[in-house]
């Protein structure tokens, strides 16, 4: 059974995500903020799945493979793709969804989409998407990779103040999907 997901990504004033492959920006603020989302957990004997595409997975340093307290999760359409045994692998966001549902040794209690491009603009149309903490960074860091996203089926639930780094403003926004219609 596929669980609901919710996505994490940090924008600069153009919805830019990335250039040349990584990060534009070191922002030790939005890194806390990122792991501190991704690995809090309600039950002790609980943990988070971190999915990302291939690309996104490159992009980690390697003394950060896979992220800490997470279960990894890949998306690559390559079978030939060698991860550590530890790093799940799937050929897409549902199947992602479905193995994250799968009895393993520890109970998933959340899950995040953390990028990249592509697999964020799956997720956002994804009906088991949740929510999004976006971080709001403001400032153009003249990025190559973009998200494009409607927030028409969002409510903006949570906004902190203004943080301040080195001369960078940015801020965590919090959007809660809204609740189907069928009637």
Known sequence: MM???DIIVAVDTQKGIGRTG?????????????KQVTT????????????????TWDSLPEKFKPLPGRINCVISRNPGL????????????????????QPTGKKIERV???????????????????KIY?????HDFGCDTFIDVNF???????ESPLQHEEGIHFAFIEYQSLPCNNS
Not at 22 to 34: A, E, Q, R, S, T
Not at 112 to 130: D, E, K, N, S, T
Not at 134 to 138: A, L, Y
């Open 22 to 34: 990584n990060l534009p920006w070191h922002i030790v603020g939005d890194l806390k903020h990122f």
């Open 3 to 5: 669980v609901p997901f």
């Open 112 to 130: 995040f989409v953390m990028g990249g491009a592509q697999i964020y603009q799956i997720a956002l149309r994804h009906p088991l998407c949740r």
């Open 82 to 101: 060698v991860l550590p045994e530890t790093v799940l692998k799937a050929a897409g966001l549902d199947e992602a969804l479905l193995l994250a549902g």
């Open 152 to 158: 028409a089926g969002f409510d903006k639930i949570a």
């Open 134 to 138: 976006w971080t709001q960074i403001h």
């Open 40 to 55: 809090r957990t309600q039950s002790a004997d609980a943990v988070n799945m971190v999915v990302m595409g291939r690309k």
